[in-house]
């Protein structure tokens, strides 16, 4: 039943133009199989398919939205599993991309006991640092509504001038740009190569989601609490909606026209992995469906209650896409989540 509402809501929802394409990395997480230990330290790993793109776009799919991935992956066992569990969640797979010379990406992930995640890449070169601008499915991208990606694919070339094509190609037909930088400064050759290439893209967004250590990384160590800084620094002219999330503690927003912020969901942490994605999601699930709510304060701060317990639900389970929530599951959770 669920699998034929889902199928149900991604035609409407591609006839009405809500299409979501998540642009970047797909790749499997090992993910210890206890917590709070260092990656040394665990005895075991559970393989999770992870990428903070592809993870975004299960996310809407499973809440019943519409979307759609592009990016590379390795003519491998892990690369076709990956294909394999996006079209089990009913997300487009017609812009994704084989490499018979490049594995599909692997990392490690850990929570340590004191709270801090570690990462531990296996890309060298990856599949998806390998995607280049003539692979791109660009009627895909035509009939987005919103197209989103992160940072990870502007390190390294090809990868790179494929993103920003894509990107100029979603802008010229109309798209609003979805943004979440998702620092990894163990990818980046330097801390101010990571500066300069989350920053050189910043003022294409029409939204965009940040942490607080980003900000404090991005305005090299000012106070992220301090909405001055936010304004002044990262929100730029053309933006609809800048998002700063605080874990736990919920998120802040800021437009043109207001600013505030939506308190967050207390649960019991088992994994973070996966927690801003599945926020992501939620956000992006709402806005595809009604684009007024960049315009309404009342029914984004709804919106924005609805993608907070999105990522509530998500840090109860280990890995990623696994602990992707429905909608059914949202509003079991919070009846009062109702997403517009």
């Given at each position: 039943?669920?699998?034929?509402?889902?199928?149900?809501?991604?035609?409407?929802?591609?006839?009405?133009?809500s299409?979501?394409?998540?642009?970047?990395?797909?790749?499997?997480?090992?993910?210890?199989?206890?917590?709070?230990?260092?990656?040394?330290?665990?005895?075991?790993?559970?393989?999770?398919?992870?990428?903070?793109?592809?993870?975004?776009?299960?996310?809407?799919?499973?809440?019943?939205?519409?979307?759609?991935?592009?990016g590379?992956?390795?003519?491998?066992?892990?690369?076709?599993?990956?294909?394999?569990?996006?079209?089990?969640?009913?997300?487009?797979?017609?812009?994704?991309?084989?490499?018979?010379?490049?594995?599909?990406?692997?990392?490690?992930?850990?929570?340590?006991?004191?709270?801090?995640?570690?990462?531990?890449?296996?890309?060298?070169?990856?599949?998806?640092?390998?995607?280049s601008?003539?692979?791109?499915?660009?009627?895909?991208?035509?009939?987005?509504?919103?197209?989103?990606?992160?940072?990870?694919?502007?390190?390294?070339?090809?990868?790179?001038?494929?993103?920003?094509?894509?990107?100029?190609?979603?802008?010229?037909?109309g798209?609003?740009?979805?943004?979440?930088?998702?620092?990894?400064?163990?990818?980046?050759?330097?801390?101010?190569?990571?500066?300069?290439?989350?920053?050189?893209?910043?003022?294409?967004?029409?939204?965009?989601?940040?942490?607080?250590?980003?900000?404090?990384?991005?305005?090299?160590g000012?106070?992220?609490?301090?909405?001055?800084?936010v304004?002044?620094?990262?929100?730029?002219?053309?933006?609809?909606?800048?998002?700063?999330?605080?874990?736990?503690?919920?998120?802040?927003?800021?437009?043109?026209?207001?600013?505030g912020?939506?308190?967050?969901?207390?649960?019991?942490?088992?994994?973070?992995?996966?927690?801003?994605?599945?926020?992501?999601s939620g956000?992006?699930?709402?806005?595809?469906?009604?684009?007024?709510?960049?315009?309404?304060?009342?029914?984004?701060?709804?919106?924005?209650?609805?993608?907070?317990?999105?990522?509530?639900?998500?840090?109860?389970?280990?890995?990623?896409?696994?602990?992707?929530?429905?909608?059914?599951?949202?509003?079991?959770?919070?009846?009062?989540?109702?997403?517009?």
């Amino acid at each position: 039943m669920c699998a034929e509402s889902n199928e149900l809501t991604n035609k409407e929802g591609k006839e009405t133009n809500s299409l979501v394409v998540c642009f970047g990395e797909m790749l499997i997480d090992f993910v210890p199989t206890v917590g709070g230990v260092s990656l040394a330290e665990a005895p075991a790993f559970k393989k999770a398919p992870g990428g903070a793109p592809a993870n975004v776009a299960v996310g809407i799919s499973r809440l019943g939205g519409s979307s759609a991935f592009i990016g590379k992956v390795g003519a491998d066992e892990f690369g076709y599993m990956l294909a394999d569990i996006l079209k089990q969640n009913n997300v487009e797979t017609s812009g994704m991309r084989f490499d018979p010379s490049a594995r599909t990406a692997l990392a490690f992930v850990t929570l340590r006991a004191d709270g801090e995640r570690e990462f531990l890449f296996f890309r060298n070169p990856s599949a998806d640092m390998l995607l280049s601008e003539s692979e791109l499915d660009k009627n895909l991208l035509k009939k987005a509504r919103i197209f989103h990606y992160g940072s990870i694919s502007l390190i390294d070339e090809p990868c790179k001038s494929a993103h920003l094509a894509a990107m100029s190609i979603a802008k010229k037909s109309g798209c609003i740009l979805s943004y979440d930088p998702n620092l990894r400064l163990a990818l980046w050759p330097s801390p101010e190569a990571a500066r300069k290439g989350i920053m050189d893209i910043w003022n294409e967004a029409d939204i965009i989601k940040i942490s607080e250590d980003e900000i404090r990384f991005l305005t090299g160590g000012d106070d992220p609490y301090d909405d001055n800084v936010v304004l002044k620094k990262l929100f730029h002219p053309s933006l609809k909606l800048l998002i700063v999330t605080e874990g736990s503690e919920g998120c802040r927003y800021y437009t043109k026209e207001f600013r505030g912020r939506v308190a967050g969901v207390q649960v019991k942490p088992v994994d973070t992995t996966g927690a801003g994605d599945s926020f992501v999601s939620g956000i992006l699930y709402c806005i595809a469906t009604d684009q007024t709510i960049l315009q309404e304060e009342k029914r984004l701060q709804k919106a924005l209650y609805f993608a907070n317990v999105c990522g509530a639900i998500t840090v109860t389970e280990r890995g990623a896409i696994p602990a992707l929530p429905t909608k059914e599951s949202v509003l079991q959770f919070s009846p009062e989540a109702l997403p517009i």
